[in-house]
């Protein structure tokens, strides 16, 4: 069996990916009741980061915590990443010494290469093209609102990131109609946009994404590395923004996600996310137990091998 990595969500098929947010759900559901679970005692993650961090950073290390194992941060800084040696011998030094390591960086290729010589599973913690462990989260959370998402339809009204692209490859494989507004310029890759024509609609603005959807979601528009657009991109985003009245275009059950860190006044008004409609905290807190189903998969795949 070959080792098993989570580079995009497509490294799964439709039928794990619904088991992990299942067993996502159960994990919550576990460590609410303070019952302690502990499969992992002695395994090591290993989380590099090139790109700063909060939520993933916390949920990983207190996800692998919680299992009874152990995790090491590592950034460029503090390692020979950061001088030069070449990641296929950083990968093959790394996991030699690990269980399951974690990455989060710029280029999608990094992490690419990084499994390509790596003994054991590789996590895409992030990349400039796909994120996702947070989609893993945002489905997990609009199961527990509102049940299966499949044959609905969702909203990315913002940037045509990584983001967009990760949604893009759920609404493929659960099934369910993915709208996209965002400016200009500004769309996912063309190529993408083909293959996944038949869930996937580019439309021309904030209000013809909104209509009748049970979803709507967004992101900076500004990520890491793009600073220097800050102000281009504002002028440019700003008809794109989520707020409480576009949000009443939406179905009457409709939700609202974030990814966050939120630029309130930017990407979303001032008062998005007291919107009673709005569960970005849910959405926040189930990237540790959708990660932690995640790490459970790939290390349990390991041992079958």
């Known amino acids: 069996m070959a080792l098993r990595h989570f580079l995009t969500l497509t490294d799964l098929s439709s039928t794990e990916l619904k088991a992990i947010i ?4 159960e994990l919550k559901a576990m460590q609410h009741k303070g019952e302690v679970y502990q499969p992992f005692v002695g395994k090591v993650l290993g989380m590099i980061f090139e790109k700063s961090s909060t939520r993933t950073r916390v949920s990983f290390e207190a996800g692998m915590i919680q299992f009874g194992g152990g995790a090491i941060f590592l950034s460029p800084r503090d390692t020979q990443l950061g001088r030069g040696e070449p990641i296929e011998d950083s990968a093959r030094v790394i996991s030699s010494m690990l269980d399951v390591v974690m990455i989060r960086t710029f280029a999608h290729a990094t992490v690419e290469r990084f499994a390509q010589y790596s003994r054991v599973p590789v996590i895409n913690g992030l990349t400039d093209t796909h994120h996702p462990c947070q989609l893993l989260a945002d489905l997990q959370t609009f199961k527990e609102h509102r049940g299966e998402i ?3 339809t969702v909203s990315w009204i913002g940037d045509g990131n990584n983001m967009c692209n990760s949604y893009v490859h759920a609404a493929h494989m659960l099934d369910f109609k993915l709208r996209i507004a965002t400016p200009y310029g500004f769309e996912p890759e063309p190529e993408l946009l083909e293959e996944y024509a038949h869930c996937v609609e580019l439309v021309k603005s ?29 002028r440019r985003f700003a008809p794109f923004q989520i707020s409480p009245p576009l949000m009443d275009l939406a179905s009457p059950d409709a939700l ?25 905290w849910d959405e926040a807190e189930n990237r540790l137990h959708a990660q932690k189903a995640l790490i459970e998969f790939l290390l349990f795949e390991l041992q079958k091998k």
Request: charged content about 30%; hydrophobic content about 35%.
């Open 22 to 25: 299942d067993r996502a759900i």
């Open 150 to 152: 499949a044959g609905k």
């Open 206 to 234: 904030a209000e013809e994404a909104a209509e009748g959807s049970h979803l709507l979601t967004t992101d900076v528009w500004a990520s890491m590395g793009q600073e220097n657009e800050q102000n281009t991109r504002k």
């Open 256 to 280: 609202f996600m974030h990814c966050l860190p939120a630029h309130r006044g930017e990407e979303i008004s001032e008062d998005m996310l007291d919107d009673p409609r709005a569960v970005v």
